[in-house]
């Protein structure tokens, strides 16, 4: 699942979906969302579902393709109806765009018939749910966030298992990452190539538009997702800690 579809249900994750977190790979992303995904109070709430996470299936930096004229200014996002949830929907608000959760299958029809200016996906999502078949360009460097899709299991059914089976289970994850990881990274590799074939203007963002939208989404959004946490029972500023010191640690690592 992704948790910005129903993050009442699964509080603990959608740290994990808060704007501008800096995670620049998808092994950061890795990193992070297994060190959140290995706290007590991520196996609590799951729990209530009768669900373990077992891993992520790590998405890369969101980003923004359109029709018309770019939008490359916060001035342009004013009013901009926006496919975005969770935290990067947030963000979108916050610079006085206008999301909306339709869900993935729903995008290339919705950006189609006119509900929607702009689409958020990472690449492949672009790709599969064809709106870079609508778009005019894409957007390069916005970077705002991205989603965290965790892959579950029904806990009586990995109880169940023979040792053995479930140890299996359990090992075949490393591997599991690092095929998803070589495969996205060819798909990446080729995204030029795939807009030049379909068409589509890579536009980059000012750094000092993303400055700004940084200001004005990060900071703000963050202390008001910490505030909701604790005020719910939630360790929210450790969860929070727990990701910055983790992706400290990736980067210094690489």
Known sequence: FCAGYHRDKNRVVTVLELPFLGVENLAQEVAVSAAVYAHPAAAEEMS???????MTSPMPQYNLVGTGDPRDTLADFEGMRVRATGGLGKAFAAVGGVPTSVTATEAYQAMESG??????????????????????????????????????VNIDAYDALPDAHRAALDSSIPAA???????????????????????????????????????K??????????????????????????????????????
């Open 177 to 215: 990452l690092e095929h998803y990881l070589a495969n996205y990274g060819e798909l990446l590799a080729r995204w030029d190539t795939v807009l030049a074939e379909k068409g589509v203007k890579k536009v980059e963002i000012a750094e000092s538009v993303i400055a700004e939208f940084r200001a």
């Open 48 to 54: 209530q579902w009768n669900a373990k996470l077992l």
């Open 115 to 152: 509900v929607v200016d702009t689409v958020a996906f990472a690449q492949h999502a672009h790709l599969s749910f064809g709106t870079i078949n609508q778009a005019d360009w894409w957007t390069a460097n916005l970077n705002p966030g991205t989603v965290n899709c965790p892959v579950v």
């Open 217 to 254: 989404a990060a900071d703000p959004i963050r202390d008001a997702w910490i505030s909701d946490m604790e005020a719910q029972g939630l360790p929210g500023q450790e969860l929070y800690d727990l990701v910055v010191k983790t992706l400290a640690e990736a980067k210094a690592a690489n």
